[in-house]
């Protein structure tokens, strides 16, 4: 299983960034995805999650600011993000049962 994070970059508070994580060996229709993110000094968080059946779940800091969607043809999982803030600043990964992608950096300037 691969998974490959995209979509990251720099972009000032109160803006929005879309990222994707393409997935493949195994099909997102009967895997949950979940998206963590992780800052200098600090641990590990998840931030939101899509189980196989489509329910998803979000940390309290995302609740309402990000979505988390799939695309079940194209076999990817986005995270939708909206009304950035500084603090959402981190490495964010994608990652389905004990595989992970490589991060994509997302940097909320003030």
């Known amino acids: 299983v691969q998974l490959q994070a995209s979509g990251g970059g720099l972009v000032q508070a109160g803006g929005s960034l879309r990222l994707s994580c393409a997935i493949s060996?195994?099909?997102?229709?009967?895997?949950?995805v979940n998206w963590y993110r992780q800052a200098p000094g600090k641990q590990r968080e998840l931030v939101a999650a899509?189980?196989?059946?489509?329910?998803?779940s979000y940390a309290g800091s995302v609740e309402g600011r990000f979505t988390i969607s799939r695309n079940i043809a194209k076999n990817t999982v986005y995270l939708q993000m909206n009304s950035l803030k500084p603090e959402d600043t981190a490495v964010y990964h994608c990652?389905?049962?004990?595989?992970r992608g490589q991060g994509t950096l997302v940097t909320v300037s003030s």
């Open positions: 060996g195994s099909l997102i229709s009967f895997n949950a």
């Open positions: 990652t389905m049962r004990e595989f």
């Open positions: 899509v189980l196989g059946g489509g329910y998803t």
